[in-house]
């Protein structure tokens, strides 16, 4: 039943999206029907043929702009993808003050994240009636009345500003979160 | 007043950080908002855009590929920029030296270059492009414009009331190229330039609003005491009454001095840098400017009194195994307290003077960096110079920091304790505490006195920090082989109000006509008692700097006797604070105007 759905759907996507046609031909080995604005583009084209539309919507997730900055200011991805096993205590902890020093600025410079709630955790602290589940989790025996108070496990975050940098490049360089380095 | 200025804007061109800030005029009676910063898009990474609260006093100069790839673009600017500026050009000089510029306003009070001609990056290869440094300020203050532009489009900024800063000790010459860049740059006819200290002291007048009358009274004086990233500025400022009022009158103003927050964490990292050697680690040059920032974050804590005995610096690797490729070393606070605090602060008595370089008969050309690095010193010198008659050295009663320095406690605490020591049992200055960032202060101060010359708020008089002259050759018997005896004429005295001209009285000078008429021109911080018109024979090298020659074109006149023209001086000190220096002739209605020859002549006397 729930293939009969989705073939369903499909059938309807394919029909009103020329993209989802493109893909879905791909998928059974068929050729795409000749199209005009591709799915995927090729990046040489996308750059010289669509300046408007490439202006229009960042060519690079926020997401990639994000890991790039802090690759770029903290060396956060270099650290994550290092096999960091065979390494004393000592040698990691020496790097690490490093990384965590500049990644923390990043964090506080994009975002200037604060607590949900200020007060000290392990603190009783008074709840609304009406509880607002993204910004309070509620753990514990939960009854069916509404608690009035609780103890405080974690103060959460928040952004209280979100300021990425704008990517102006080409899609050809959007999936670079570090460049290559050499020396010539 | 133009009638669609919305707002007074306060640029703080730094020599490592230019800052943008501003507030609302408002209607006549209005209290004065507290100015606010700006953010500056600007280049953070190739076709990377990011708002920052400072733009980096920084030029990098693109390939021909980096051009053609229009990854240095900006938005609101023309495609294919050949060049980036602020926080990724702040980086490149680890990673390509040649191409990066920086350092470019000290460049401009530099008078033994031609500061219009392409000479930086300093001695970079000859296949490599050179902007001058009035080029380079130019391309900082357009990006700054433009991110006023874009935030305001509908109150541009060639229409609001801009106030630019310089430091105090810069001379005529340097005003007038910084001027140069800044209306090239797209800021309004009529910007007004204003002294760093003095818009330090703004901000701190912004902060308090009417309280400030109850921390001063009449009699005080007060020093500003500015260390930035490169350059170290005092002022003194004075507290008297004037109607029942209080006002405030600037002193003094020291020279230019080379030395600032950047030489303390180079002379760090240079400590570190022999701290590895000893451990058999040699850094490459992109480790050591790795090693250069690292320095910067541990020094508050190398610092700090009670702190830990050692800290721990750490070079990250610089290919992708970044822990595996990280080296550090622990450095021992008492050995960085002493290299900072003795080396920057050392205890030294008022009658110190800063040591002078040693006389040789060949200099490299480059900036003057100071030979004394130590700032005490350099204080006590500039004291000293403006002591009132019967005492040792000017005592400031209170203290007013500015720059990145002095965020650091230990640095201030020193200071402190080095002049308290100077004044025997009057002791040393209280702090004026408030200006809460001091990396923003100028530029607020700054928009704050825009709209404070509307007429609120309260206002530094000033006038000319310097009293400026012109070299007159002594007519008298030749002797083969020696220059002419020189003369110094006072052309302007020091304390000369804007706004106002002072005709030259003396003799009548001939002025070759259908050539250029060039003058020798010297500046002192220090003769305050000269009148226009007064002569000095003999001076030492402390007294009067020359500074770059100042010419005029006569077209062949007339009434010209014998080929010259009897002439005498008229200056000028514009509301905008800009010097001009006017030659009249004395046989017919005519006047000239004389310009700065920036062409680093200097040099050839």
Known sequence: MQRFILALKCFLAILSDRAVAARAAALIGEEAPPQTTPVTPSPQTSARTTPAAAAAAPARSDALTLLSVLQREARLVDFLKEDIGGYEDAQIGAAVRDVHRDAAAALDRLFALKHVMDEPEGSDVALATQNDAARIKLVGNLGAQAPSRGRLQHGGWQATKVELPQFTGNADAARIVAPAEVEV | ?605
């Not at chain 2, 990006?143 to 532009?149: D, G, L």
């Not at chain 2, 822990?323 to 003795?342: M, N, P, Y």
């Not at chain 2, 040693?358 to 100071?370: D, K, M, Q, T």
């Not at chain 2, 002591?387 to 009663?397: F, I, K, L, M, Y």
Request: hydrophobic content about 40%; proline content about 6%.
């Open chain 2, 1 to 605: 007043m133009k009638s669609k200025t919305q707002f007074a804007v306060g640029i703080d061109l730094g020599t490592t950080n230019s800052v943008i800030a501003y507030t609302a005029i408002g209607a006549e009676g209005a209290a004065l908002e507290p100015p606010e910063v700006l953010p500056i898009p600007q280049l953070v990474a190739p076709s990377t855009v990011e708002p920052r609260d400072a733009l980096p006093s920084f030029l990098y100069l693109a390939t021909d590929a980096e051009r053609s790839a229009a990854v240095f673009d900006v938005p609101g600017a023309k495609k294919g920029r050949d060049y980036a500026v602020g926080q990724f050009a702040q980086k490149q000089p680890a990673d390509v030296p040649t191409r990066s510029v920086a350092g470019a306003k000290s460049w401009l009070a530099y008078s033994r270059v031609d500061r219009r001609s392409p000479i930086l990056p300093w001695n970079a290869p000859a296949d490599v492009p050179k902007v001058s440094p009035v080029e380079a300020s130019r391309r900082y203050l357009e990006q700054i414009v433009a991110a006023w532009n874009a935030a305001n489009p509908k109150a541009p900024l060639k229409d609001q009331h801009v106030v630019l800063t310089v430091p105090a000790s810069f001379d005529a010459a340097a005003r007038d190229l910084t001027r140069e860049a800044a209306l090239a740059a797209g800021l309004p006819e009529d910007f007004v330039l204003l002294e760093e200290p003095q818009a330090a002291l703004y901000a701190w007048l912004a902060d308090q609003g009417d309280q400030w009358r109850k921390q001063l009274k009449v009699g005080d004086t007060l020093l500003v005491c500015d260390v930035g990233g490169g350059t170290t500025d005092f002022t003194l400022i004075g507290v008297a009454e004037e109607d029942g009022q209080l006002t405030l009158r600037r002193i003094a103003v020291g020279n230019h001095t080379l030395v600032g927050g950047d030489n303390m964490d180079l002379a760090l990292a240079h400590h570190a840098t022999t701290a590895f050697a000893a451990k058999g680690v040699n850094l490459n040059p992109w480790q050591s400017v790795a090693l250069w920032h690292s320095c910067r974050n541990a020094k508050e804590a190398l610092l700090a009194e009670g702190g830990a005995k050692k800290h721990p610096v750490s070079v990250l690797g610089r290919g992708s195994k970044l822990v595996g490729g990280t080296v550090s070393v622990d450095l021992e606070q008492k050995a960085v307290r002493d290299l900072l605090l003795d080396g920057f602060f050392p205890v030294c008595a008022l009658t110190d003077k800063p040591a002078r370089r040693s006389a040789s008969g060949f200099r490299e050309i480059g900036l003057p960096y100071e030979s004394d690095a130590a700032i005490t010193r350099h204080l006590a010198a500039f004291l000293t110079a403006n002591a009132t008659e019967g005492s040792g050295g000017a005592r400031p009663t209170h203290i007013l920091f500015n720059g990145g320095v002095f965020k650091s406690e230990p640095l201030r605490t020193r200071l402190l304790d080095v002049m308290s020591g100077w004044f025997d049992k009057q002791g040393g200055p209280a702090v004026l505490s408030g200006n809460a960032d001091l990396d923003f202060a100028v530029a607020r101060g700054a928009a704050y006195y825009g709209a404070a010359k509307t007429g609120r708020g309260v206002r530094i008089r000033g006038g000319a920090a310097r009293a400026y002259y012109v070299g007159i050759e002594t007519a008298g018997l030749a002797i083969p082989g020696a220059p002419r005896p020189l003369r110094a004429l006072c052309v302007v005295p020091f304390g000369m109000e804007e706004g106002s001209q002072a005709d030259v009285p003396g003799d009548e000078i001939g002025l070759v006509v259908g050539e250029p008429a060039t003058f020798r021109f010297f500046s002192s911080a220090t003769r305050k008692q000269d009148r226009p018109g007064d002569v000095v024979d003999r001076w030492t090298d402390e007294e009067l700097t020359e500074t770059d020659s100042m010419e005029a074109n006569l077209p062949t006149a007339e009434n010209a006797q014998d080929g010259y023209v009897p002439v005498r001086f008229q200056s000028k000190l514009t509301e905008l604070g800009v010097f001009e220096l006017w030659c009249i002739s004395q046989a017919a209605d005519q006047r000239w105007k004389l310009e700065f020859s920036v062409r680093g002549d200097a040099e050839t006397d």
